[in-house]
């Protein structure tokens, strides 16, 4: 049984949590937050602190927290010479405290308060310094059902910049065409299904071969006629951007 102290009490730390809890190789020993009102709810289940000086001794130390804090929460734990990794996408490795035995236990997902998880969809990358530590976070891993792969820093980095693109940026245009179609009071919700054959289309192809609209066709009078309907010009210019950035994809010539 491997032993856990999870620190922290946002999205990732509470997801990770409840999925841990359901694990029979993996035992949560302990919660900690500076702000225990946050985790209070879960007393009940589980031991919590917001003392650092009272955390118990752990196989390893999850710090579920901001990026900004990783680094600071890391030199602030009271012991040494114990594994200690971060869930982060963009962190080094290297800015956890070199007194522990450093690691990444990276979900690479989108975490929501409310949303359900199976972590089977949740691959997580690793990352240590250790050969033992990695056999530690993979058996966590392999507990929760999910995929794992071993990275390194810049692999993830990259890998988190990517996941910017295909889920915060996706996102906002969602939203962009929500304001769209709300302004003529046509329903986004006609859209739901298209969202989703684009979103299983990639599982099978590339995004290069996926790819489909007047942008890759040069259809140059449905691109202007799209320009005449929008009335923002902000979504004017994020239209002709991305426009330009399919037609330097597919060879085609720029509006």
């Not at 359901?22 to 917001?50: G, H």
Request: aromatic share 6%; charged share 25%; glycine share 4%.
């Amino acid at each position: 049984m491997i032993s856990v102290v999870i620190l922290g009490a946002g999205n990732v730390a509470t997801h990770l949590f409840k999925a841990l809890q359901k694990s029979n190789e993996v035992s949560v020993k302990q919660w900690y937050n500076r702000n225990i009102k946050s985790i209070s709810s879960f007393k009940n289940d589980v031991e919590i602190t917001d003392n650092l000086n009272d955390l118990v001794e752990a196989d390893v130390y999850i710090l579920a927290v901001s990026d900004d804090a990783v680094s600071e929460l890391s030199s602030q734990l009271p012991f040494e010479n114990r594994l200690v990794v971060h869930t982060s996408g963009s962190v080094n490795i290297h800015d956890l405290d070199k007194k522990h035995k450093r690691g990444v236990f990276y979900p690479l997902q989108s975490f929501s308060k409310n949303a359900k998880i199976d972590f089977a969809n949740v691959p997580i990358c690793i990352e240590t310094i250790e050969k033992p530590c990695y056999h530690t976070l993979k058996a966590i891993a392999i507990s929760l059902g999910s995929p794992t792969k071993k990275v390194n820093s810049n692999q993830r980095g990259v890998l988190h910049l990517a996941a910017v693109f295909v889920n915060n940026f996706t996102n906002q245009l969602y939203r962009v065409a929500h304001e769209i179609t709300e302004s003529e009071g046509a329903e986004f919700d006609l859209l739901k299904p298209l969202i989703l054959e684009t979103a299983l289309k990639v599982q099978d192809h590339s995004p290069y071969m996926a790819q489909t609209g007047p942008a890759k066709r040069n259809d140059k009078k449905t691109i202007k006629n799209h320009l005449k309907l929008l009335n923002s010009e902000h979504h004017e210019t994020i239209y002709k951007l991305l426009t330009e950035s399919i037609q330097i994809t597919h060879g085609r010539k720029k509006l």
